[in-house]
């Protein structure tokens, strides 16, 4: 079946890096976008980034752009979200998410999610 695994969240200070992965199983990354996504306490999800692995076409949020990149390996089966500069209103749980062939930025057009990893910055 279809799995989602995010990894490599922490404590980091401001300005810090952390990069992210989502181990996916179960599907053939190919044909698939893998989206990131994050919620801080209070707020809703919201859309960060999202990669479609087929041509890695990419997508980032204004509040990333320039801070954040996302990459994937297919034959590891892994994308990952390399986190650059990191500010405190970055923290949040970061989720990865799949849908068929095409990024957005929408919550409800993912089909299937990942258990989410914590990502606090705080000096």
């Known amino acids: 079946q279809v799995q989602l695994v995010e990894s490599g969240g922490g404590l980091v200070q401001p300005g810090g890096s952390l990069r992210l992965s989502c181990a996916a199983s179960?599907?053939?990354?190919?044909?698939?976008?893998i989206g990131w996504f994050r919620q801080a306490p209070g707020k809703e999800r919201e859309g960060v980034s999202c990669?479609?692995?087929?041509?890695?076409?990419?997508y980032y949020a204004d509040s990333v752009k320039g801070r954040f990149t996302i990459s994937r390996d297919n034959a590891k089966h892994t994308v990952y979200l390399q986190m650059n500069s990191l500010k405190p209103e970055d923290t949040a749980v970061y989720y990865c998410?799949?849908?068929?062939?095409?990024?957005?930025?929408?919550?409800?057009?993912?089909?299937?999610w990942g258990q989410g990893t914590q990502v606090t910055v705080s000096s």
């Open positions: 998410a799949q849908r068929e062939y095409y990024c957005s930025i929408y919550v409800p057009d993912y089909n299937y």
């Open positions: 990669i479609r692995s087929s041509d890695g076409s990419t």
């Open positions: 179960g599907f053939t990354l190919d044909y698939y976008a």
